[in-house]
C-alpha cells in the first residue's frame, strides 16, 4: 500500500510538472508570435514612413515614401505597391474593415520635389492631401502599380489642402501655411477626444505636418483632425496622378490642438494604443532652443479639450486644445509641456497588448532599409517609455 501511494504521489507530480511545462510552452509561444526584430528589407526608395501590423493574419506593412512592403512575420516579402509619385507616410491598420490606411501627399515643396526627381516622374504634380486606403488582400506579388493595379483609393482632405495653401498674418507679417501646415502624415484610429471608452466608435484621425519655421510663432501646436469614416465609401475614389481627384468630406468633425512647441516638420507617426488608453506623437526635434527637445507626446484617450485662444496664433478664435498627458519629463519653461527624449518618427505601431513595433531606418549605397523591433511600452518611466526584450 505505501510502495502504490509513493508511486501514485509522484505520478500526480510528474503529471503537475509535464503539465506546468506545456502551460509555460504555451504561453512562450503566444508571446513569441510576433517577431523581437523584423528586418523590413532593401530598397531603393525613400526612407522608412510608418509600420502598420495585421495580428490575426499575421502580415506587417511598411511604407518608404513611395513604396509599400507587404511582409510575413518572417520578414518574407509577400508584395509590394509602386508607382507613387508622391509622399507616403505614416500607416494604420483598421480592424473594423481590414484594410490599411496611409498618409499621402502630393505637393511642391522641400519634400515633393526631391520625390519627383527621385521618380523620374519628369512633371510638376498638382497639391493635394490624401488618405490612401489600401485593399490589402489583393497585393500578393512585388511590384503592383497603385493607379492601375487595383489595391488602392483615395480619399481627399480638402481642410488639409486649404490650410497649407492659406496666406495668414503672424506678429505683423504675412507668411504662408496656417499654423504652419505642410500637409499630415500621422494617422492612427481612436475614440473621439473628451470621450471615455476605448471601446467606442473610432475616428480617423490624422496629424498635420509643421514646417520648423523659427522666425514664426504660430507653428507651437501640433494640429488633430478627426473623421467619422463610416460614410467614406461614396468617397473612396481611385486615383491617377496626372488629373487628381478632389472627393473627400467637406470638413473633419472635429480639430484639436496640442501645444508641444514646434517640431520639425510635425507628428511624423501618431499611435492610439488602447491597452493604456493613450495618443502618442512621435516626432522629430525643434529648431526653437527654448523649447525643450522632447521628441514623443502622450494625449490620454479621455482628455477633455478646452476652448482657448491659442498662444502666438494672432489670427484664430478660440480652439479646442487637449493637455498632454502627465508623463515623461517636464520642461521647466513651459510646466505644461511633458514628454520624452526618444526617437520613434519613423514608425510606431502598438500592438494592443502593452507592445509596440518601433522602427529604426538605415542607409547605405543608396538603398533603404529599416529594422523593425517589438518593445514594451512603459508609460510611467520618466527617460525611456519603451523596454526591449
Wanted: glycine residues 10%; neutral net charge; aromatic residues 12%.
Amino acid at each position: 500500500m505505501r510502495r502504490f501511494l509513493i508511486i501514485f504521489t509522484f505520478a500526480t507530480l510528474f503529471a503537475t510538472a509535464l503539465s506546468m511545462q506545456n502551460t509555460l510552452s504555451a504561453q512562450t509561444t503566444s508571446e513569441s508570435a510576433l517577431p523581437v526584430t523584423l528586418n523590413a528589407g532593401e530598397w531603393k526608395a525613400g526612407h522608412i514612413q510608418g509600420v502598420a501590423v495585421d495580428s490575426d493574419r499575421r502580415y506587417v506593412y511598411v511604407s518608404f515614401t513611395t513604396l509599400l512592403v507587404k511582409l510575413d512575420m518572417q520578414g518574407n516579402v509577400i508584395g509590394t505597391v509602386t508607382g507613387l509619385i508622391g509622399h507616403l507616410g505614416c500607416l494604420e491598420w483598421c480592424e473594423a474593415d481590414g484594410r490599411l490606411y496611409g498618409s499621402l501627399e502630393y505637393k511642391n515643396d522641400a519634400i515633393g520635389r526631391p520625390i519627383l526627381e527621385r521618380e523620374n516622374a519628369g512633371r510638376a504634380v498638382e497639391d493635394g492631401f490624401y488618405v490612401a486606403v489600401f485593399d490589402v488582400d489583393k497585393i500578393n506579388r512585388e511590384g503592383m502599380n497603385a493607379e492601375r493595379d487595383g489595391v488602392m483609393k483615395t480619399v481627399f482632405l480638402r481642410t488639409v489642402l486649404d490650410d497649407y495653401k492659406a496666406s495668414v498674418t503672424c506678429a505683423g507679417s504675412s507668411v504662408e501655411h496656417r499654423y504652419g501646415c505642410s500637409g499630415f502624415d500621422g494617422i492612427s484610429f481612436g475614440p473621439k477626444f473628451g470621450k471615455s471608452g476605448r471601446d467606442g466608435k473610432q475616428y480617423l484621425t490624422i496629424a498635420y505636418g509643421i514646417y520648423g519655421d523659427s522666425a514664426r510663432t504660430d507653428n507651437d501646436y501640433q494640429v488633430l483632425l478627426q473623421y467619422d469614416t463610416s460614410d467614406w465609401a461614396r468617397y473612396e475614389s481611385a486615383i491617377s496622378q496626372n488629373n487628381i481627384h478632389r472627393n473627400g468630406p467637406e470638413a473633419p468633425d472635429g480639430v484639436y490642438f496640442v501645444l508641444t512647441g514646434t517640431k520639425n516638420w510635425g507628428v511624423q507617426q501618431l499611435e492610439y494604443d488602447k491597452h493604456s488608453d493613450l495618443w502618442l506623437l512621435g516626432t522629430y526635434k525643434s529648431r526653437k532652443p527654448h523649447f525643450n527637445n522632447f521628441t514623443l507626446f502622450a494625449v490620454k484617450g479621455d482628455a477633455k479639450p478646452r476652448r482657448t485662444r491659442l498662444q502666438g496664433v494672432d489670427y484664430a478664435a478660440k480652439q479646442s486644445v487637449l493637455p498632454l498627458a502627465p508623463l515623461g519629463d517636464s520642461d521647466a519653461t513651459y510646466p505644461s509641456i511633458r514628454g520624452w527624449r526618444y526617437d520613434c518618427a519613423v514608425g510606431l505601431c502598438s500592438l494592443g497588448d502593452g507592445d509596440f513595433f518601433i522602427a529604426k531606418s538605415k542607409k547605405r549605397d543608396g538603398i533603404q532599409s529599416g529594422i523593425i523591433s517589438r518593445l514594451r511600452f512603459t508609460p510611467t518611466a520618466q527617460d525611456s517609455p519603451f523596454v526591449r526584450y
